[in-house]
């Protein structure tokens, strides 16, 4: 099982217990940029692994987890910049 799949299931675990603390759904924008950060964190590592073992296929690894966090990070400029439909919404049941 690749790294980059891995780490993020084992950091959702250990996030799981403070997540009671949040109100409200998280912003779409927020964890897309969190996960292209988290991705340009694993495409330096693949790099790093790159530069050790010369594994054209790390290098692979790296371009396409590069690629993948650059589309994130592309996907939460658009979400931010359209008009929010959040006020025409109710994101949570209101109670009468």
Do not use: W
Request: charged share 15%; proline share 6%; hydrophobic share 45%.
């Amino acid at each position: 099982m690749p790294l980059n799949t891995v780490l993020p299931h084992e950091a959702q675990h250990m996030a799981d217990a403070s997540r009671q603390c949040l109100a409200g759904p998280v912003p779409r924008g927020l964890l897309l940029r969190t996960s292209a950060f988290e991705l340009l964190l694993f495409a330096g590592l693949y790099f790093v692994l790159f530069l050790a073992t010369g594994s054209l296929f790390i290098l692979g690894g790296m371009v396409a987890t590069g690629a993948l966090s650059l589309s994130h990070y592309r996907l939460a400029r658009r979400h931010d910049a359209r008009p929010s439909v959040a006020g025409k919404q109710r994101l949570l049941p209101q109670r009468s």
